[in-house]
């Protein structure tokens, strides 16, 4: 099982970024996949979320109008689309897959900068 960040980077404040989670070993489609942020000294907080067939779409209240969540289940790709970014979304970005009966993943993260 794997999950794959790519996409993160540095970036001014008011610019864009897209991540991408590519998954592999598991079955994607069957799984509800979400993005993590972990800044220095603070808690892992919930970004966003995504139902299996992408129905159904959860943001964290700070990051609403600004992130966009999709999945690619073709692909067994998960993106986050970030605009507006601010110097406190600054923070590691991980993707997770849960699914109920057969577990959860986590991805090794990948960077995102945002310079004010």
């Known amino acids: 099982v794997q999950l794959v960040e790519s996409g993160g980077g540095l970036v001014q404040a008011g610019g864009s970024l897209r991540v991408s989670c590519a998954a592999s070993?598991?079955?994607?489609?069957?799984?509800?996949m979400s993005w993590y942020r972990q800044a220095p000294g603070k808690e892992r907080e919930l970004v966003a979320d995504?139902?299996?067939?992408?129905?159904?779409?959860h943001y964290a209240d700070s990051v609403k109008g600004r992130f966009t969540i999709s999945r690619d289940n073709g692909k067994k790709t998960v993106y986050l689309q970030m605009s507006s970014l601010k110097p406190e979304d600054t923070a590691v970005y991980y993707c997770?897959?849960?699914?109920?009966?057969?577990?959860?993943?986590w991805g090794q993260g990948t960077q995102v900068t945002v310079s004010s």
């Open positions: 070993g598991f079955t994607f489609s069957l799984y509800i």
């Open positions: 995504i139902s299996s067939a992408g129905g159904s779409i």
């Open positions: 997770h897959a849960d699914h109920s009966t057969f577990g959860n993943y």
